[in-house]
């Protein structure tokens, strides 16, 4: 609180009375403490003429604590997307856009290692026994030759699969040549999961800490309007009166 005194040289009765020797005339008394503006003269403010207003003091301290949006966004470019968060004090909510990322980035480099890749094959199915050694579908191909090496099956052997003891080429209609499986390359797949984890988890965070950040300084904004344009204290003013033995001074003490 300031205290602003105002003193009056005067003259007690009791004691110009009492001790006439202890006046003291007006040219060697002491100056006063506070100095009035004579009139015809105004008082010299010029060293006022560089203060800043009080909106721009509001301005210089909204400035100095006020978060930035921009590097909020920055931030959230980093992969990851949570560090714009953090930067607008949003710490926990920081953990979404980073659990996203961990999870879309193991998902796109399982792909693109490889791991999920497959390859398609030939296969011989037989109509009772499934999967057969894929030779079995050649056998009824194979026609009978004195000089093949001995044992070699040919369509006139016996199949061992079939009832009666039939030969391949009376059996012919059991197998069948397919395909199982699909040629598969994870690479492709991989690098779109990637592309899209970084894009999603990217504006996730910049959208999510940018608001995070205007409603910050929307707040900062108001507590310092709230706080410099509050309504002043009002000024108590207190007589005083004072005796020095010589000089007897009385005024008044401004509170404010």
């Not at 301005?59 to 470019?77: F, M, N, V």
């Not at 879309?104 to 290692?113: H, I, K, T």
């Not at 900062?220 to 009166?241: C, H, N, V, Y």
């Amino acid at each position: 609180m300031r205290t602003l005194a105002l003193w009056i040289n005067c003259l007690l009765i009791s004691g110009a009375i009492a001790s006439p020797r202890q006046l003291t005339p007006p040219e060697v008394a002491a100056p006063p403490e506070v100095l009035l503006a004579q009139r015809g003269g105004a008082p010299d403010d010029s060293d006022l003429r560089d203060e800043k207003t009080l909106d721009e003091l509001m301005q210089d301290e909204y400035s100095e604590k006020k978060q930035s949006a921009s590097a909020a966004i920055g931030l959230s470019l980093i992969p990851g997307g949570g560090f714009g968060l953090m930067y607008a004090d949003k710490k926990a909510q920081s953990i979404v856009p980073i659990l996203f990322s961990i999870v879309g980035y193991s998902v796109a480099g399982y792909y693109m290692l490889g791991l999920a890749d497959t390859s398609s094959e030939d296969a011989c199915i037989h109509t009772r026994d499934g999967k057969v050694n894929i030779a079995e579908c050649s056998y009824n191909r194979v026609a009978p030759d004195p000089t093949l090496p001995e044992g070699t099956v040919t369509s006139h052997s016996a199949d061992p699969r079939a009832d009666g003891n039939k030969a391949y080429y009376e059996t012919v209609g059991d197998y069948t040549m397919t395909v199982l499986g699909e040629d598969f390359d994870g690479t492709k797949l991989g690098l779109t999961i990637l592309a899209g984890t970084y894009a999603a988890t990217t504006i996730l965070g910049a959208l999510w800490s940018a608001s995070a950040v205007s409603n910050y300084n929307e707040r900062l904004w108001k507590d310092i309007e709230s706080t410099t344009r509050a309504t002043p204290p009002q000024p108590t003013i207190k007589p005083m009166i004072a005796y020095d033995g010589e000089r007897g001074l009385f005024g008044a003490r401004v509170e404010f």
